[in-house]
């Protein structure tokens, strides 16, 4: 059974950072990509960012893309996501989760954390 779990949320006035954590239990690495989403207030969940564990890369949306990365610690199976250079569009609840596909749609994910807030001043 995959297990995740997210560290790291909080609150950050615009322009500031924050690093998200989401630590893996039970999965195949060479069978599940790691992704972060965020849903905000009355929003569909969208996708923030995508790891390949299979050597396809990173990928990511629009909105995330030169302020935000995503890694993986191979070691200890966790994954993050740096956040510089905050906005409050950024606002929303992030979740980590795992799925066959290379993807930052969320409907290719099987597996997900509970999630952690971040909330962005302006």
């Known amino acids: 059974q995959v297990r995740l779990v997210e560290f790291g949320g909080g609150s950050v006035q615009a322009g500031g950072s924050l690093r998200l954590s989401c630590a893996a239990s039970?999965?195949?690495?060479?069978?599940?990509?790691m992704g972060w989403f965020r849903q905000a207030p009355g929003k569909e969940r969208e996708g923030v960012a995508v790891?390949?564990?299979?050597?396809?890369?990173?990928d990511y949306a629009d909105s995330a893309k030169g302020r935000f990365t995503i890694s993986l610690h191979n070691t200890d199976n966790t994954v993050y996501l740096q956040m510089n250079d905050l906005k409050p569009e950024d606002t929303g609840m992030y979740y980590c989760?795992?799925?066959?596909?290379?993807?930052?749609?969320?409907?290719?994910?099987?597996?997900w954390g509970q999630g952690t807030q971040v909330t962005v001043s302006s």
């Open positions: 989760a795992a799925g066959a596909w290379f993807s930052l749609e969320s409907s290719k994910f099987n597996y």
């Open positions: 039970g999965y195949t690495r060479d069978k599940n990509h």
């Open positions: 790891i390949s564990t299979g050597g396809l890369g990173t």
